[in-house]
């Protein structure tokens, strides 16, 4: 079983894209269009700014004031949420060298930064680590945001380090510093493929999904669509909507024809249909929140046409001073 949910995982960060859309919100697809178009419930919806962004931001500017004073070179874009979005130093590492092991190394510096990046302990211990890739020249390494074993969809922090150790960059995605949300669905995953299913075009009236396995945090079942199709894949998640709160939902990939591979979430309490990416669409990026999930691989698997991605960015470091 954790064979299985570390396999669709795996595959998540394979395909890389989302998408959603459910009949009740009148998601079409244009006259003459054999594809639905990208849909993200974040989108139709004007979000007051709360104070949780305005304390964040008042941090990175106070941050960014004390910092500046002895390396002026440094860079802080922020994001929506008031949290950075990219922490880098213009030819210059972000610290001195190390001879920890990576992953010890970005912890810390993490950790070193809570000013701004406001997790709590248990928050960074919970990290977890889903990319681990060294190169001649860096090494690139990707942790997700966890609460209860369940990850938040698209909470990523991306740290990139130099061969002597420096971190070089800082990238985050949609991150909640003291998220608190249940975690208990009242769907089961069948019944949210089923919903993801529709909203990706499928109209036809189906018999009961024949699963290949089924976890509390995962599920994989038979393609009803097309038996060379792949396997439809199903992880609870929790969807951030706001800087401060997030939906517990499902995050499905169906294939269901050869120009329609579909990424979508779906609300575990309600059913309804959160976001939707076609993963065949060329420029395929992940939206939500803002932002995209770099690093992607190209679809390799599938019978629609396959998007490249860049390979990553080679990042020499100069010494920290």
Avoid at 70 to 78: D, N
Avoid at 81 to 95: F, M, T, V
Avoid at 226 to 244: C, T, W
Avoid at 301 to 308: A, D, E, K, N, Q
Wanted: charged letters at 20%.
């Amino acid at each position: 079983m954790k064979q299985s949910l570390t396999l669709f995982r795996t595959t998540l960060l394979i395909v890389s894209a989302f998408g959603i859309a459910i009949p009740v919100f009148g998601q079409v697809a244009p006259a003459g269009s054999t594809t639905l178009p990208d849909f993200d419930i974040r989108d139709s919806v004007r979000f007051a700014v709360k104070p949780t962004v305005l304390r964040h931001r008042a941090a990175l500017y106070a941050f960014l004031a004390e910092e500046r004073a002895t390396k002026p070179e440094l860079r802080l874009v922020a994001a929506a949420n008031g949290l950075p979005k990219l922490l880098r130093r213009d030819g210059k590492a972000l610290n001195g060298p190390s001879n920890s092991d990576p992953e010890t190394n970005a912890r810390n510096f993490l950790r070193d930064n809570s000013a701004i990046l406001p997790f709590t302990a248990a928050e960074f211990d919970n990290l977890r680590l889903i990319v681990n890739d060294v190169t001649r020249d860096a090494v690139y390494l990707s942790f997700n945001q966890t609460l209860n074993g369940i990850d938040v969809f698209n909470a990523h922090i991306k740290v990139t380090l130099s061969k002597s150790g420096e971190i070089v960059q800082v990238a985050m995605g949609d991150v909640i510093p003291g998220l608190s949300a249940g975690t208990s669905p009242k769907l089961t995953h069948e019944e949210a493929v089923r919903v993801a299913l529709r909203a990706s075009g499928n109209k036809s009236l189906l018999a009961a999904l024949n699963p290949i396995e089924v976890s509390d945090h995962a599920a994989t079942y038979r393609n009803p669509v097309r038996s060379k199709f792949n396997p439809l894949k199903s992880e609870l998640v929790l969807f951030p909507m706001e800087a401060d709160s997030a939906r517990l939902a499902y995050h499905v990939i169906a294939e269901v024809d050869v120009q329609g591979w579909y990424e979508l979430v779906v609300d575990a309490e309600t059913g309804a249909l959160l976001f939707r990416h076609n993963l065949c669409t060329p420029n395929s990026a992940r939206r939500g929140f803002g932002r995209t999930r770099p690093w992607s691989a190209a679809v390799s698997s599938s019978t629609c046409p396959t998007v490249g991605f860049p390979r990553h960015p080679t990042l020499q470091a100069a010494p920290a001073g």
